[in-house]
């Protein structure tokens, strides 16, 4: 994708998943290498079948995520590159209904009503790292800035507060994906370990996003 200020969040962190200018300046150096890397997996890989179990496709040192959690309210920056457009990006960061099949940690997700660029969505979901599990419901209200914005806030749910941003930045022929998100979790996480789960989780979970951007747009289907 063209650079995104991502949160579509929707996806993202089930659970736990913030806006960061600082985020936003990568150091460019780092940056080229980790764009040749998924142009090549773009261009050179040949496609996969859809599913949890596709290959990495990119490394995850293009996704930065940053955790602050003083105990109470957990928020979360990340920021990554995809080598599609925001147009194309967009279409799967929005396929809310289609989020099980290629994000693992998502068992269930439906539009429930949708008006004009609203939506209601509702999602379950489970994740797991070591030793620590959380399980996850929420219903969100989706406000849509299409191709720009996607702004979520948890209506109800296993969290006592729940808000995402994820913003889509063109960056030539790459979308910067730039996500937010302000979380206060059902329970108390220990802050060294809560932090290292949610980062784990916030990689993973972008991970899987951009290799389903790179298996749709090697298919075609972008």
Known sequence: MCKIHVVCGTLLLNLFIGSSSALAEV?????????????????????????????????DKNIHVKVRNDGEQVKVDATFVVPVSPQ???????????????????????????????????????????????????????????????????????????????QFLPEGNYTRVIYHADIIPGMWIPPVMGNVFIKHEAREQFQQIMNEIIRRKQAGSL
């Not at 764009?35 to 179990?53: E, F």
């Not at 009503?113 to 419901?137: A, C, H, M, P, W």
């Open 27 to 59: 150091d460019t150096r780092k940056e080229k290498a980790s764009l040749g890397t998924i142009q090549d997996a773009a261009m050179g890989a040949t496609s996969m079948p859809p599913g949890k179990s596709d290959p990495v496709e990119s490394p």
């Open 88 to 166: 194309q990006a967009w279409l799967v960061f929005t396929d809310f209904d289609n989020i099980p099949n290629f994000v693992s940690g998502v068992v269930a997700s439906k539009v429930n009503d949708r008006y004009g660029n609203r939506l209601r969505v509702s999602q379950k979901g489970v994740t797991r790292y070591g030793f620590i599990g959380f399980s996850f419901e929420t219903v969100r209200e989706v406000n849509l800035l299409p191709f720009q914005r996607i702004h979520e806030r948890m209506l109800s749910g296993s969290m006592r507060k729940m808000e995402e941003t994820t």
